[in-house]
């Protein structure tokens, strides 16, 4: 059974957050960063104290939202606040060393694959030029069937299921603020990829690495303006599914994509 808006399926999902955050933590050991936008946050800091207008107008966020994650990981001891500037911790600057490591030795292993693939495609001129002549001239002829059969047909389902998704957060976009629109927009992408209206919580805080207060905040909003709605499974946990209000506007669109 759904359950509506209420203090009291809030505080379920807060703690259902917590819990799921403090499970994750115990897992790999101790309670770090696992976003990329925090690793980029934290790297920016290591250079100087920031303002968090400052860290948002280089990374193309909103203030608040980077507000909302550098106030996050204050409570975790990565970042302290003084006078309007936002500094790293002895904590928050270690890890911000260890991002910058692992970083420059993914770039030099990339580069490093990179450099073997443009080695590994050099041709073997001489073994080129005797295939070529050896091998037969094929005469032109018609088109095979099947070939023929694909020119002009539409896209696949996939596609036309991305093609919708686009189209409903374009029709809903003036009815959400950039935050909604950030969560709404993962979860038609999702829709456009698996083809489920629905996603468990855990599943949505870890693919967009978000912060749960920020999460549980936005989806509030989201349920309050009937874009989506949670619903508690008893034994998989909580579920955030595309309401009937943002389902009609999806199938509008399919309907329209398809005439």
Same mark, same amino acid.
């Given at each position: 059974?759904?359950? #509506?808006?209420?203090?009291?399926?809030?505080?379920?999902?807060?703690?259902? *957050?917590?819990? !799921?955050?403090?499970?994750?933590?115990?897992?790999?050991?101790?309670? #770090?960063?696992?976003?990329?936008?925090?690793?980029?946050? *934290?790297?920016?800091?290591?250079?100087?104290?920031?303002? +968090?207008?400052? $860290?948002?107008? $280089?990374?193309?966020?909103?203030?608040?939202?980077?507000?909302?994650? @550098? /106030?996050?990981?204050?409570?975790?001891?990565?970042?302290?606040?003084? /006078?309007?500037?936002?500094?790293?911790?002895? *904590?928050?600057?270690?890890?911000?060393?260890?991002?910058?490591?692992? &970083?420059?030795?993914?770039?030099?292993?990339?580069?490093?694959?990179?450099?073997?693939? $443009?080695?590994?495609?050099?041709? =073997?001129?001489?073994?080129?030029?005797?295939?070529?002549?050896?091998?037969?001239?094929?005469?032109?002829?018609?088109?095979?069937? %099947?070939?023929?059969?694909?020119?002009?047909?539409?896209?696949?389902?996939?596609?036309?299921?991305?093609?919708?998704?686009?189209?409903?957060?374009?029709? $809903? +976009?003036?009815?959400?603020? &950039?935050?909604?629109?950030?969560?709404?927009? %993962?979860? *038609?992408? !999702?829709?456009?990829?698996?083809?489920?209206?629905?996603?468990?919580? =855990?599943?949505?805080?870890?693919?967009?690495?978000?912060? %749960?207060?920020? @999460?549980?905040?936005?989806?509030?909003?989201?349920?309050?303006?009937? %874009?989506?709605?949670?619903?508690? =499974?008893?034994?998989?946990?909580?579920?955030?599914?595309? /309401?009937?209000?943002?389902?009609?506007?999806?199938?509008?669109?399919?309907?329209? @994509?398809? +005439?």
């Amino acid at each position: 059974m759904g359950l #509506g808006v209420s203090d009291d399926l809030w505080k379920a999902v807060r703690e259902y *957050l917590e819990q !799921h955050e403090e499970a994750k933590a115990k897992a790999r050991g101790r309670r #770090g960063p696992r976003s990329r936008l925090v690793d980029a946050i *934290l790297v920016m800091l290591l250079a100087k104290p920031m303002r +968090a207008a400052e $860290i948002a107008g $280089i990374l193309g966020y909103t203030t608040r939202y980077i507000s909302s994650y @550098l /106030s996050y990981w204050k409570t975790r001891g990565y970042v302290e606040y003084e /006078s309007g500037l936002w500094y790293l911790t002895t *904590l928050g600057e270690e890890y911000a060393r260890e991002v910058l490591d692992r &970083e420059s030795r993914d770039r030099f292993n990339e580069f490093a694959a990179v450099a073997q693939r $443009i080695l590994n495609s050099l041709p =073997d001129k001489a073994a080129i030029n005797s295939k070529r002549e050896a091998r037969p001239r094929r005469q032109a002829g018609p088109p095979l069937p %099947f070939i023929a059969g694909l020119k002009g047909k539409p896209g696949n389902k996939q596609q036309n299921k991305g093609l919708t998704a686009s189209c409903a957060l374009d029709v $809903i +976009a003036e009815e959400l603020d &950039e935050e909604e629109a950030e969560i709404m927009r %993962f979860l *038609l992408d !999702h829709y456009a990829k698996w083809g489920t209206t629905y996603i468990y919580l =855990d599943q949505l805080q870890e693919g967009m690495q978000a912060d %749960f207060q920020w @999460l549980v905040k936005n989806l509030r909003s989201l349920q309050t303006k009937g %874009f989506i709605y949670i619903y508690r =499974d008893p034994r998989l946990g909580m579920r955030v599914g595309m /309401s009937k209000k943002t389902k009609d506007v999806l199938e509008a669109c399919s309907a329209g @994509l398809d +005439a």
